[in-house]
């Protein structure tokens, strides 16, 4: 499998960031939202069932984009997390 150079330049700034204790800090987030754009499908495969382990998404879409992409209404990510929109 191929790792996309950028993917995991931007994984390595998310581990020393971790690493540090700023996991939860929204540089870190960002970071780790930027990175998932360029991340191979099996690490977001990874991720997603993770995010399903935990209760944090539904396990499966609330629907699929006419290109066939799972779709998840931010409502219900919300309410699972316990914020409001």
Do not use: C, W
């Amino acid at each position: 499998m191929s790792i996309n150079p950028l993917f995991a330049h931007l994984m390595d700034k998310y581990r020393e960031l971790h690493d540090a204790g700023l996991a939860h800090t929204e540089e870190a987030s960002n970071l780790f939202v930027e990175a998932m754009q360029y991340a191979p499908e099996q690490f977001k495969n990874l991720v997603h069932d993770t995010a399903v382990e935990m209760g944090l998404m539904p396990a499966t879409p609330d629907a699929y984009s006419d290109e066939g992409e799972p779709l998840y209404f931010l409502e219900g990510i919300a309410e699972r997390l316990g914020v409001d929109m």
